[in-house]
Structure formats: C-alpha cells, structure tokens
C-alpha cells in the first residue's frame, strides 16, 4: 500500500492542485492513500521548520509532500513539492493535472476559509470548558511527584469537571520541567485539561484559583560562616521573592483564590510576606499548613499507645510552623487503644487521660516532634515529601468541604489580635472548617505555660518580618 502525506498552506494554490491531483489517484488506485494536513499560513513557516529538522530533510515551499513507508518503517521518503509530486504521478501511476488557475485560487480560498471555521470552532469548544486554574511554585521540589497524582483527583476537588495544572520553577531549568510535565500527562488522569511549566514570572498565577507554595531554594551558598549574617540574606531573598509574587497574586489571581503556603523554611513569614502585598486579596484566603506537624505528632504518639497514627485525632500546632512551636494535646483523641475502658469503633477516649507522663509531653515529647521530619530524612536520604504532600492535601479537602465539623486542624493564618498576640502576624492556631470557610477554635484553653510559648513565637515571627522590612527600606533607599 502506498501512503502519501500532503501537507501545505490553506491559501496556497499550488497545494489546491497537488490536494486534487491526490484525490484523483486515490479514486483510481484501490491501494492508493492520502493523508492532508492543512496549515495556517501564519504558522506554516515555524511548521515547516520544525518537520523538515525532525526528519533531516531540505524544503523550504509550500506543499511538502513525503512517502511513509508503511510496509518497512522507518521515516518517511521525501518527494518534494508540487512539481516532484506530479513528476511523481506521471512516472509511477501515468496521471497527470490539467487544473486551470481559478480553480486552484478557487480551492486555496475554499481551504483558508475551511481552517478558519474549524479554528473558530475549537476556540468556541475550548472555551465551553471552564478548568480550575492550579498554580505551584517550586515544581521541581520532591514533593511535587507525591502531590500530582493525588491533587488531581474527585476526592479534594469534587465538583469540578477539568483541571489546569501550571508548573512554577523559577530555580529550576525547562528540561527538569519539561520530564515533570510528561510524567503527570503520563498519568492518564481524568481531571487534567492541560499542564503548563514556567520558569519566568511573565504568566505567572494567571487566572489561580489555587496557589500551592512550596520551599524554594532559599539556601545562602556564602562561605562567610556567620549563622546570622547567612539566616538574614535568606530572609532578604524570601522577602524579595514573596513581594514579587503577593503582588503578582493580588493582580492576576481570582479573587477567591486559595493561597497554601507549605515547606521547612520561613513558612509562617512567606504566608504573612504574601498576603502583606496582596492587598485586594482577603486574609482568609492565605494559610500557612502545619497539618505535617501534625501527623508526626500523632505518629510519635500512636507509637506509644500502640496504635494506628489515623487512631489520633484533633492535635494542635501552635505557633511558628518552621521555629518555635508547641504540640497541645488538650483536644486529642485516641479510638482502638487497647486499655482497661473499651467500646465500639467510634469510641475514644482523651490522650491526655491516658498518657499520664506529663514531663515526657512537655520535654521529649516536643524534641521528637522537632526531630521527626530529620530523622526521616537522614533515613530516606530526601525530605519528607510524602508526608508534606499528604498535609496539603488534607488541607485542601476540608476547604472544598470533605471535613468532619468537629475535625480540629492547625493553620498558619493572619492574627488579628488572637489570643492576645500582636496584629499583623501569621501565627499556626486550631481552626476548624465548615461549608469550605475556615474559622478560627476558640474553645480552648490557653494557659500561663501556652501563652508564654505563643508570645516566644509572635517574638520570633515579629523579628524575622522586621529583617524582611528592613531589607525592603534598604532598597527603596538605594532606588531613590
């Protein structure tokens, strides 16, 4: 069989005539096919390029005409443009074309309005499709290849039809990028519409309707070994990267946008930077996650009442997420624990009645939870993705709604004058979530010991926004 491939401009008049002539042969000849592809003329020329480089061929007309070698495989055979094609057919199969000038000019024009139309009507289907638009930053971070398969999903967004997936890495190059994109394509999954990657800030949150930060490469490559001097120029650097992208935010975003800001670095700082430069943006819609927090605090305790880490429920974070935090088990829960008091699968009973050893929650206790995230990381020799993965998402469920409204989370969020700590702050409290809107749990009990450790914290976050502030000062000094 043979099987030719005609490709040309849709107002070339020479690719009308060789569009006939194939026509005709395919009528006379039974093994004879033809397969047409039409090219807008303003994208023939980066086309043409692009197929004559990917076969090694020379060709610089319209039509381009090639023989695939069905029968061998192999890449095609280059025949040329109109004159080899007819060259061709006379030789090969003794027919010829006779087609007079109007009615090549007649057929060009019918073929340029052809594509016109099924232009018009792929724009017209594509937009009947409304996509969520979902932002990350830092792509490339491990955690990204744990969070895809699972964020594109019915189960955290359960009522939308398609997804957006755009792909943030300003650290990182394309080709790193580019694998990621083909890697979550290769998923096959139901939801994705389309994957973009970015390395630059030029469509950066176009249209978000979720913004997912994850750490960037905030790590100082000084070899100055002050401590102080380096941790100040990774603020200055945060400072300067959260700016840019608030203000990107605050300009290109919806305005319903979710914003989550995950990672080991700054977290609290990066969410408070953010929603400072995102000023026609609600507080409400930032949130800092300190749900990883939580998890290995209930793994570290599940291990010592000798249950299932999912048998714990309702731990608090306060605080600094990535600093000086404090684990409350004031509102936490243990079902399955095999002691003396037993009952049915949704009975549980107060973790604080049963561990008894309040030295060891406030002491060690704490240091574990602080060393829990290392630990696994010195054991897997990578961070721990896939339980930051699982924070975001836990969070991203309960804001589209799939939470218990007893189910107790602790978030980052913008203090306004919370728990006696001062304005302007993002501070990790216990927030509880009900019809996709999150609010702030204060149905607890903040004691002498919890509000020293909060001052500690809001301390702690005043001074790393002060360093970012002063950095801001010093450069808008240098511009004027």
Known sequence: ??????????????????????????????????????????????????????????????????????????????????????????????????????????????????????????????????????????????????????LLSAVVFPHVSAISLHLLDLEGNKEG???????????????????????????????ADVILLLDEGWSDDSDSGNKNEEEKKRINRISDRCKEYGQLIDMRANKEVKVIVSGDSFVNLRCSLLLDNACSINSHQFVAVATQLENEARAIIAKKLKVKSSDITNVIVWGNISGSFYIDLQRAKVFNYDGAIKGPAFFSQPVQKILYESKWLETDFQDLVCCQRAAVASKTCRAAAMSAANGILAVLKAWNGICGSNEVFSMGVLCSGYFNVPDGIVLSVPVTFRDGKWSVLFDVTVGHKLKERLQLSATELTQEKELGSENCRMQNKDVS
Request: proline residues 4%; hydrophobic residues 40%; glycine residues 6%.
């Open 1 to 150: 069989m043979a099987k030719f491939v005609l490709a040309g401009k849709t107002d070339c008049p020479l690719y009308a005539k060789a569009e006939l002539l194939a026509d005709c042969l395919q009528r006379c000849l039974p093994n004879f096919r033809i397969h047409k592809i039409s090219v807008h003329p303003d994208e023939w020329r980066e086309w043409l390029e692009a197929t004559c480089k990917g076969n090694g061929w020379k060709h610089e007309q319209s039509p381009l005409v090639w023989r695939e070698l069905v029968a061998q495989g192999g890449k095609g055979m280059l025949i040329g443009g109109f004159n080899e094609f007819l060259e061709h057919c006379q030789d090969y199969y003794s027919i010829t074309s006779d087609m007079p000038t109007e009615i090549m000019l007649s057929v060009a024009a019918e073929n340029l309005e052809t594509k016109l139309n099924l232009i018009v009507e792929e724009q017209h289907r594509v937009g009947l499709i409304k996509p969520l638009h979902i932002w990350i930053s830092g792509a490339l971070s491990p955690v990204c290849y744990f969070l895809i398969p699972n």
């Open 177 to 207: 990028l580019q694998r990621l994109r083909m890697n979550t394509e290769d998923l096959a999954l139901s939801l994705l519409h389309q994957v973009t990657i970015h390395t630059d800030l030029e469509q950066a949150f176009q249209e």
